[in-house]
């Protein structure tokens, strides 16, 4: 699997209530609260992802709430991958069981910048600054993580898992 | 190799004597837990699983906490999706508006939760319930979906840090003080993906309302779960808060003390860390040093001392004493010390929210719900409302608000340019009086 994208990057900490307030959790429409991802950090946020562009970000990425939305309007953003220093646990366990593809690779998100065209490749874990012509290498997930993000999240996986077994 | 007390219990949890962390098991779960917001995620995630049935009845517990009583046509429309689904499942444990509490002070109070249990809930707050000596940890909607339809879920075994407390914390110190003051020095994601494992003999200073406060905010220094280990506070706990079918299990004229005894063979399981258990960090803290602690915006780690705090002279608009962390009964108590006889300050909204309907009447068997509204203060039903943004207290542009819930994110509470500052509830009272954030020794 690969993704490959214009970067918008962001810094340390960006908690869950940035990434999609409270005050729209009511909203069970995902285009509708789309809409609101990251509109307290950056207002212009919807009106400037295109698809297949990449987030980048510091350390504690998806901090704070358990609320599976947050990963939810990242990817129905249209956003093809996050890298980031560190995710926040919750953050990490929720964007693998919706198929949010994610990457931690703490001397990557240092020095992509802004704006850089950025291509993946989740297999392998290379990581490519195509503007800075930079390579960085991730530690691939775990098999167990590998196979669940194959089937495309959580849900498929187990309902692979028990067909196998009828 | 020793294990750790939370190594412990999910390796019981997963029928292996031994776990090492960075392992990744699958694990039986106790208990299934989420609210108004995430449960309707999870019911639709639910249905795309090969799963009609939840997998107990008994085990999944859905609570109408957040944006309750429905606060707008959407919030009502999502409480009614968790009340079909509750009703179709037959689930045994649905609480609704006139029964329900804030989630993590309900579930302790109503006996659902036993020490050594193994708990996920879809809210982030699910880690309250290591204070009973659990291994608790909050998950996502889809996590909830697979643990209600299979019972079980997966984990990566965690190292833990242990937090060793000694001394005997003074007048005005409380567990949220504490836990202040370990997210300032470790830092938002000092304790990401690990255990934060409390032991020493300054644990026996601090309440179960301490304990479950402190619990309730490890996942704002990034932890898995926090964790106490269980001693004669947390059984006389348990045994004076069993559930009903629980409570069946011991004889009808079985007292306390009896009780007490049979928690970790009738009920539940006592876990304790081995002796050459290994962690990734230590911290010792000396509860006697500790002073009233305020996380000023926009991180809970960005913590100063009431005394730094107070010489700030910072002026605020409005105060909510409640949530998961600290809207329990020793809080309220807590609060109205401070608030009885005295007035809230002009230009101030203090907002008092008891966590459960049981807080709320033994808050007003107490006289203590008199005490608020004669100072000026309003007493909401329970509802985490304010806390997140939702209703029953939102901050408008630019202003502040001293809070003893347990999040001051940019724009949590409204406004994304108005402030929350994190406290305890003596904090809090004590800055309703003044107006600006206060110490409890100025005014009392």
Redesign the interface.
């Known amino acids: 699997m690969r993704a490959k994208g214009k970067t918008i990057k962001y810094g340390d900490?960006i908690?869950t209530?940035?990434i999609i307030?409270?005050?729209y959790?009511?909203?069970?429409d995902r285009k509708e609260l789309a809409s609101h991802c990251m509109e307290?950090?950056d207002a212009d946020f919807a009106k400037k992802v295109n698809d297949g562009d990449i987030i980048v970000a510091g350390?504690?990425f998806g901090?704070?709430?358990?609320?599976?939305?947050a990963?939810q309007v990242i990817k129905d953003s249209g956003v093809g991958c996050v890298i980031a220093e560190?995710f926040?646990?919750?953050f990490y366990?929720?964007a693998i069981?919706?198929g949010l593809p994610i990457i931690e690779c703490p001397e990557a998100a240092k020095a992509i910048n802004d704006g850089d065209e950025v291509e993946i490749n989740f297999d392998t874990g290379d990581i490519k600054d195509i503007t800075k012509n930079e390579s960085f290498k991730a530690q691939p997930f775990?098999g167990?993580?590998q196979s669940m993000i194959n089937a495309g999240?959580?849900?498929n996986y187990?309902?692979e898992k028990?067909?196998n077994k009828q | 190799m020793g294990m750790t007390m939370s190594q412990k219990i999910l390796a019981a949890h997963t029928g292996k004597n031994e776990l090492e962390a960075g392992e990744?098991i699958e694990a039986d779960i106790d208990l299934v837990l989420g609210n108004d917001?995430?449960s309707?995620?999870a019911i639709?995630?639910m249905a795309?699983?090969?799963a009609d049935k939840v997998y107990d009845k008994d085990k999944v517990v859905l609570v109408m906490d957040?944006?309750v009583p429905n606060?707008?046509i959407?919030?009502a429309?999502?409480a009614k999706t968790c009340r079909e689904f509750a009703c179709s499942q037959c689930i045994s444990h649905f609480y609704d508006v006139g029964k329900m509490g804030i989630e993590h002070a309900l579930i302790p109070e109503k006996g659902l939760c036993l020490p050594g249990d193994l708990v996920v809930?879809?809210?982030?707050h699910?880690v309250t319930y290591g204070a009973l000596g659990a291994f608790s940890t909050?998950?996502?909607?889809?996590?909830m979906?697979?643990a209600m339809?299979?019972g079980k879920l997966?984990f990566k075994v965690p190292q833990a840090i242990r937090i060793r407390l000694k001394g005997k914390p003074s007048k005005y110190v409380t567990g949220k003080d504490l836990i202040l003051h370990i997210i300032g020095k470790i830092g938002?994601?000092g304790a990401?993906?690990q255990s934060m494992e409390f032991c020493g003999e300054g644990v026996k200073y601090l309440s179960m309302d301490d304990r479950l406060a402190i619990c309730n905010m490890a996942i704002e220094a990034?932890g898995?779960n926090g964790i106490f280990p269980v001693d004669d506070q947390t059984l006389e706990y348990v045994a004076t808060h069993l559930s009903e079918k629980n409570r069946a299990l011991f004889g009808e004229n079985a007292d306390i003390e009896e009780i007490k005894k049979g928690i970790g063979s009738v009920i539940g399981h006592i876990y304790e860390a081995d002796d050459d258990a290994v962690y990734a960090a230590e911290l010792e803290i000396d509860l006697s040093e500790l002073k009233p602690t305020v996380s000023f915006p926009h991180?809970p780690s960005n913590t100063r001392t009431i005394d730094e705090a107070e010489d700030m002279k910072v002026k605020i608009d409005q105060v909510v004493i409640g949530s998961c962390t600290n809207g329990r009964i020793s809080d309220m108590r807590q609060a109205a010390e401070v608030l009885k006889g005295r007035k809230v300050a002009d230009n101030v909204r203090c907002i008092i929210i008891p966590a459960t309907q049981e807080i709320y009447l033994q808050s007003m068997r107490e006289g203590l719900l008199e005490i608020f509204i004669e100072a000026g203060a309003v007493v909401s039903t329970p509802t985490c409302g304010p806390c997140?943004?939702?209703h029953m207290g939102i901050l408008a542009d630019k202003e502040r608000c001293v809070s003893t819930t347990n999040?001051n994110?940019?724009?949590?509470m409204g406004a994304?340019t108005s402030e929350v500052y994190l406290a305890s509830p003596y904090v809090a009272a004590a800055s309703a009086v003044t107006g600006y954030i206060s110490s409890p020794a100025s005014i009392m």
Do not use: Q
């Open positions: 900490n908690d209530d940035i307030p409270a005050r959790l009511n909203i069970m307290d950090l350390s504690n901090c704070g709430s358990s609320r599976e939305h990963p560190s926040a646990r919750i366990r929720n069981n919706i775990p167990f993580l999240g959580l849900i187990i309902n028990s067909e | 990744l917001i995430t309707p995620v639709r995630e795309k699983i090969n957040h944006f606060k707008d959407k919030s429309e999502n809930g879809a809210d982030s699910t909050g998950v996502g909607s889809t996590d979906a697979a339809a299979t997966w938002v994601d990401l993906y990034g898995k991180l997140l943004g939702g999040r994110f940019v724009g949590r994304k």
